[in-house]
């Protein structure tokens, strides 16, 4: 069963600080891995995405890896800013029936405090 | 340029009664997918439509919903007879291609709730 698992479910830290949030994923066939931003009562926005031969991508204060070897990936934040308050959901496409089907995972809600 | 727009933001539908949902998809966009997120859960694909074809549908109840993207116009969800367990909400995404790599761009999504 193609899943996407992510922890910790909720983080708050403090405005400047950074913070990792993590994925864990069973798909196949993986096409490619994307990180996305939900703030409240929005749709997501993209922030990167990452094919099997990609370990690291950046997107400004935004830097995600990948482990494709162990279907691990990690969402690095530098420096946070009150803006960065959101979920952050990791999405895995599965290429099935000659398109990507994209599985997404619950999120991350992520609190910036000043 | 505008994004992918979704109408109505916010719906109120009463048990039984029908929901429509509208999505206009970004320009140049000639593929559009449908997702619901319920409450605290991740979004759940529900169906992918090109123009005038529906692609894949397997996400998508087998009663009470259908889909369509009509060669002119916005893609419709509908939802007939609705129950509480439709409340979610819907987002539409469109994209160039259905091809590897290929973005998804979101609406704002449509928030129905049945009461």
């Known amino acids: 069963k193609n899943q996407v698992e992510q922890s910790p479910q909720s983080l708050i830290i403090l405005e400047g600080k950074n913070c990792t949030l993590q994925c864990n994923y069973t798909v196949s066939p993986f096409s490619n891995l994307r990180w996305y931003k939900q703030d409240t009562g929005r749709g997501p926005v993209s922030l990167t995405i990452?094919?099997?031969?990609?370990n690291t991508k950046s997107n400004g204060r935004y830097t995600a890896t990948l482990d494709a070897d162990t279907k691990q990936s990690s969402l690095h934040i530098t420096a946070s800013q009150l803006s960065d308050s959101a979920s952050y959901i990791c999405v895995v496409a599965v290429f099935s029936g000659g398109y990507n089907k994209l599985i997404f995972g619950a999120g991350t809600r992520l609190a910036v405090h000043p | 340029n505008a994004g992918v727009m979704q109408n109505p933001r916010h719906l109120v539908r009463r048990r039984g009664q029908e929901a429509r949902l509208r999505c206009s998809p970004m320009?140049?966009?000639?593929?559009v997918y449908w997702y619901r997120q319920l409450p605290e859960e991740g979004l759940k694909f529900m169906v992918y439509l090109q123009k005038e074809n529906i692609i894949d549908e397997s996400g998508m109840p087998k009663e009470r919903f259908s889909a369509e993207f009509p060669k002119e116009g916005p893609s419709i969800l509908r939802i007939q007879q609705v129950v509480r367990g439709d409340s979610a909400a819907y987002f539409c995404?469109?994209?160039?291609?259905?091809?590897?790599?290929?973005?998804?761009?979101f609406g704002p999504g449509t928030r129905l709730t049945v009461t």
């Open positions: 320009k140049g966009h000639s593929h």
């Open positions: 995404a469109s994209s160039s291609s259905g091809r590897s790599s290929y973005e998804q761009y």
């Open positions: 990452m094919t099997f031969s990609e």
